[in-house]
């Protein structure tokens, strides 16, 4: 009957036990211990630490009472018999502490901690099939044989072997300027695709102005036509003219296309103003009135060509001393004032007009000269 009891209790204990390891599994997860849950796992280890005891102390009497020794012997029995109980029991009630300060503290440290958030979830989401790159890089053509080419043709030969030209210009007495001299590397080498090639382009002779051919610009747009001629290393003048063609559009050149000229020679394009009738347009130009005698005065375009003329007599003018001109033309026009005595044949510029026929606008570009047409005057 005896041996049943302590059987039940150490079922008891194992129940218990499991309890525990139920109860405090969920940590992690915040779960809660309630009191009666506190105080059944102490009694269960309490208990069991008793039982522990027990058999401890069973174990060495018996261990003692087989022993045939001496009197000492049995004394020394007994003192290990005292000291494993000790033993024992401060094992117990360390256990139960260790235990308790455990529970305690993982209670403290969840009311303390707050939930976690949940976290969002990455979404992975497949890619297509990555392209490959088929190219070979090792593909390689023949390098063409460019000598004496135009520069121009030289380099569109190169580009379409599959390479990269690249221009150094050096004298020749031979080649004429503007062609192909050599290359580097010579012609029949296997090259790279996308290799560099130089193109040696001759400047002429040392010493022989450096010549340029000229483009044809007829039926291009005003500022596409300027910017091809001073590429070709030209110096471009413009004027409008009277046509019936689209406003701006190119309808002449001064030089005809392919024509050789020297490097920063000048040539004129003509522009169309988009109609076929000049504007007319008067200008009035006030005077000094204390001018005296008779005097020239031209108007002169950009080039120095007298445009208008007339005759006055500033002594018939009046007290409001003025005079006009009456032009005729198209476009953007600058004049230039020119006034000479008739008694001393000195001249004097009096001043500038930029004209807008298209506006129907003369702005004088500076003040008139005053104080030089004054200096003019007879004497008396």
């Known amino acids: 009957m005896k041996r049943e009891n302590e059987e039940l209790k150490i079922d008891l204990s194992v129940q218990d036990a499991e309890l525990f390891e139920d109860t405090f599994a969920g940590f992690e997860e915040n779960a809660e211990v309630t009191d009666a849950q506190k105080k059944r796992v102490l009694s269960s280890v309490m208990r069991k630490a008793g039982f522990e005891m027990n058999e401890i102390i069973n174990e060495k009497r018996k261990n003692i009472t087989a022993s045939k020794t001496d009197d000492t012997e049995v004394r020394r029995g007994k003192i290990q018999v005292k000291r494993g109980g000790i033993i024992a029991a401060c094992v117990a009630v360390l256990t139960v502490g260790v235990i308790t300060a455990g529970m305690l503290h993982m209670n403290n440290i969840n009311a303390d901690i707050p939930k976690p958030a949940s976290q969002p979830t990455s979404d992975v989401y497949a890619t297509g099939d990555e392209d490959t790159d088929t190219t070979d890089d090792n593909a390689e053509n023949i390098m063409p044989d460019v000598t004496e080419y135009e520069q121009k043709v030289a380099e569109s030969t190169i580009r379409a072997a599959g390479f990269i030209p690249?221009?150094?210009?050096?004298?020749?007495?031979?080649?004429?300027?503007?062609?192909?001299?050599?290359?580097?590397?010579?012609?029949?080498?296997?090259?790279?695709?996308?290799?560099?090639?130089?193109?040696?382009?001759?400047?002429?002779k040392l010493?022989?102005?450096?010549?340029?051919?000229?483009?044809?610009?007829?039926?291009?747009?005003?500022?596409?036509?300027?910017?091809?001629?001073?590429e070709a290393g030209l110096s471009v003048k413009n004027k409008d003219v009277l046509n019936s063609a689209e406003k701006g559009t190119v309808v002449e050149q001064s030089v005809e296309?392919?024509?050789?000229?020297?490097?920063?020679?000048?040539?004129?394009?003509?522009?169309?103003?988009?109609?076929?009738?000049?504007?007319?347009l008067t200008i009035r130009t006030p005077l000094p009135g204390d001018l005296r005698g008779s005097?020239?005065?031209?108007?002169?375009?950009?080039?120095?060509?007298?445009?208008?003329?007339?005759?006055?007599?500033?002594?018939?003018?009046?007290?409001?001393?003025?005079?006009?001109?009456?032009?005729?033309g198209i476009g953007a026009e600058k004049f230039t004032i020119i006034i000479t005595s008739d008694e001393t044949d000195k001249s004097v510029i009096y001043g500038e007009y930029a004209v807008d026929f298209t506006n129907k606008t003369a702005d004088m570009d500076q003040?008139?000269?005053?104080?030089?047409?004054?200096?003019?005057n007879p004497a008396e």
Do not use: H, Q, W
Not at 214 to 223: H, Q, R
Not at 295 to 309: A, F, N, Q, S
Not at 367 to 376: F, I, K, Q, Y
């Open 166 to 204: 690249v221009i150094r210009e050096k004298y020749d007495d031979v080649i004429p300027a503007g062609m192909v001299i050599g290359t580097e590397p010579a012609p029949g080498t296997e090259l790279a695709l996308d290799s560099g090639v130089t193109l040696f382009i001759s400047k002429g």
């Open 295 to 328: 005097y020239r005065i031209d108007l002169c375009d950009e080039d120095g060509t007298v445009k208008y003329t007339k005759s006055i007599n500033a002594d018939t003018l009046g007290e409001v001393k003025t005079f006009d001109f009456d032009l005729e």
């Open 257 to 280: 296309p392919d024509t050789t000229l020297n490097k920063y020679d000048e040539i004129t394009i003509s522009v169309s103003a988009g109609i076929t009738e000049p504007v007319k």
């Open 207 to 230: 010493g022989e102005p450096e010549t340029v051919t000229v483009p044809n610009v007829v039926g291009m747009k005003e500022d596409e036509a300027m910017l091809l001629l001073k």
């Open 367 to 376: 003040n008139l000269n005053t104080a030089d047409l004054l200096a003019l």
